[in-house]
Nanobody
Framework: QVQLVESGGGLVQAGGSLRLSCAAS????????MGWFRQTPGKEREFVAA????????FYADSVKGRFTISRDTAKNTVYLQMNSLTPEDTAVYYC?????????????????????WGQGTQVTVSS
């Protein structure tokens, strides 16, 4: 059974930084992709970033490019999201997700429906 457990959320002032972690277990992730999404009340879940587990290729939403960095530690089965220069618009619940059907020739996917497994989410609040 796949389990994704996020941590690292919290309250931070605008301009500050946070690092989210996602500990993954329950399957072999070596050919998978992992993604981070976020959601605010009344809005659809929004893609933030994705990474291929094996090669480490990455893909970012335009809104976070240059500020956020996704990475993974294959030995620890953990994916990270380093978030810098945070703004109040980054306030959301952040979710880690697993795409077990990732194919490198098709590229990393930004659509939530392409991800089969999800964590419970971690709240990030950025104050102005």
């Amino acid at each position: 059974q796949v389990q994704l457990v996020e941590s690292g959320g919290g309250l931070v002032q605008a301009g500050g930084s946070l690092r989210l972690s996602c500990a993954a277990s329950g399957r072999t992730f070596s050919t998978d992709a992992m993604g981070w999404f976020r959601q605010t009340p009344g809005k659809e879940r929004e893609f933030v970033a994705a990474i291929s587990w094996s090669g480490g290729s990455t893909f970012y939403a335009d809104s976070v490019k240059g500020r956020f960095t996704i990475s993974r530690d294959t030995a620890k089965n953990t994916v990270y999201l380093q978030m810098n220069s945070l703004t109040p618009e980054d306030t959301a619940v952040y979710y880690c997700a697993n795409d077990p059907n990732f194919a490198s020739q098709l590229g990393l996917r930004p659509v939530p429906d392409d991800y089969d497994y999800w964590g419970q989410g971690t709240q990030v609040t950025v104050s102005s």
